[in-house]
């Protein structure tokens, strides 16, 4: 680290121990070799004393605006399989129309009330738990993802609030917290999320983008996770249905 800051190892361990305070430029050389997420480097940054560095303006700011036209862009051609977009904590943020009519199909979501959440979603034996095809598999394979896509590897205090709500539903499993196999067909590429819908086996498997440079807190925090169907039987079905 000292070599990527471009100060000595004697100066970073006073740094370290409280003994020298950095300047901002070394307190920024530091965030960067350690990979901090943008929200946290503007606290490390207040803590220090110095003023926040990176936007943290909401995702439909008016700043980001050239990003939210490419988020409707993708939402729109995705169609007519479910796309959404999420914040850093699953909260859904936006959907293409497809989204709502597949989910609204197997439950009602008028009746789900505040913020939607994809973890709740599926974790709820009241959502979409019942439907979901060898559900302790997709779940513990959902729990993984939450450590392994979590920014910077952080584990904030909500994204821990939001682990320890997923472990208070029945049948979580403590140990689903190490990060070992899942135990899905090690013949696939990925892990495949089937949902069963009128006597009928649908697969698919979902694809994550995210912004290649963010320079502002939302910017870095938005992703969109969009599905495709994992076979062709699930994919002829799909478009029948979504058309019918």
Do not use: C
């Not at 990979?35 to 503007?42: C, G, H, S």
């Amino acid at each position: 680290m000292a070599l990527d800051v471009d100060i000595s190892q004697r100066h970073l361990s006073f740094i370290e121990s409280g003994r020298s305070a950095p300047s901002r430029q070394t307190l920024t050389g530091i965030v960067q070799s350690l990979d901090v997420p943008l929200r946290e480097r503007n606290v490390i940054f207040l803590a220090a004393g110095f003023a926040p560095v990176y936007s943290e303006a909401p995702w439909n700011a008016t700043e980001m605006q050239g990003i939210t036209r490419a988020l409707d862009r993708m939402l729109r051609q995705h169609d007519p399989f479910p796309a959404i977009v999420m914040d850093r904590y699953w909260n859904v943020l936006a959907s293409n129309d497809s989204s709502p009519r597949f989910f609204g199909s197997f439950i009602d979501m008028a009746a789900r009330t505040g913020p939607r959440n994809m973890l709740h979603l599926i974790f709820d034996p009241a959502g979409m738990r019942p439907f979901v095809v060898d559900w302790e598999t997709v779940a513990r394979s959902l729990i993984q993802r939450v450590y392994r896509e979590a920014v910077g590897r952080v584990l904030d205090e909500n994204t821990q609030a939001l682990l320890d709500e997923l472990f208070a539903y029945p049948g979580v499993d403590a140990s689903w917290r190490l990060h070992g196999s899942v135990g899905s067909d090690p013949n696939l590429p990925m892990i495949p999320m089937g949902f069963n819908k009128d006597g009928k086996v649908l697969s698919y498997f979902s694809m994550v983008t995210s912004v290649g440079a963010p320079q502002s807190v939302a910017a870095q925090e938005l992703r969109i996770e969009s599905m495709f169907p994992a076979d062709e039987e699930t994919e002829v079905f799909h478009e029948k249905w979504m058309s019918a």
